[in-house]
């Protein structure tokens, strides 16, 4: 079984930063694509940012050049570091991992519970 941890959530005012850190356990052999996506109350759930096993990136138009996504192959652990933080940047913010392979076989995907983000203005 494969779990999802977040953390780093919280309020903050525009202008500012956070990082947000998400690590995977479980009988993990190797996760291909992690990243994180977003969702408003209302809203259908978006792409924030991915990165591959080898590095490679992707960033959603409204977060380039603010976001920053990094992990940790070794310790199978994602972090999204944001910075110049805006209101609408306010979502539960949601780790992923795809394509994981496990002691126990293929697991094609699996998500976390979520963190808050809250941007006063």
């Known amino acids: 079984q494969v779990q999802l941890v977040e953390s780093g959530g919280g309020l903050v005012q525009a202008g500012g930063s956070l990082t947000l850190s998400c690590a995977a356990s479980?009988?993990?052999?190797?996760?291909?694509?992690m990243g994180w996506y977003r969702q408003d109350p209302g809203k259908q759930r978006e792409l924030v940012a991915t990165?591959?096993?080898?590095?490679?990136?992707n960033y959603a138009d409204s977060v380039k050049g603010r976001f920053t996504i990094s992990r940790d192959n070794a310790k199978n652990t994602v972090s999204l570091r944001m910075n110049s933080l805006r209101p609408e940047d306010t979502a539960v913010y949601y780790c992923?991992?795809?394509?994981?392979?496990?002691?126990?076989?293929?697991?094609?995907?699996?998500w976390g519970k979520g963190t808050l983000v809250t941007v006063s203005s």
């Open positions: 479980g009988s993990i052999l190797s996760i291909n694509v």
């Open positions: 992923n991992a795809d394509s994981i392979m496990t002691s126990g076989g293929y697991v094609p995907r699996y």
């Open positions: 990165i591959t096993r080898g590095g490679s990136t």
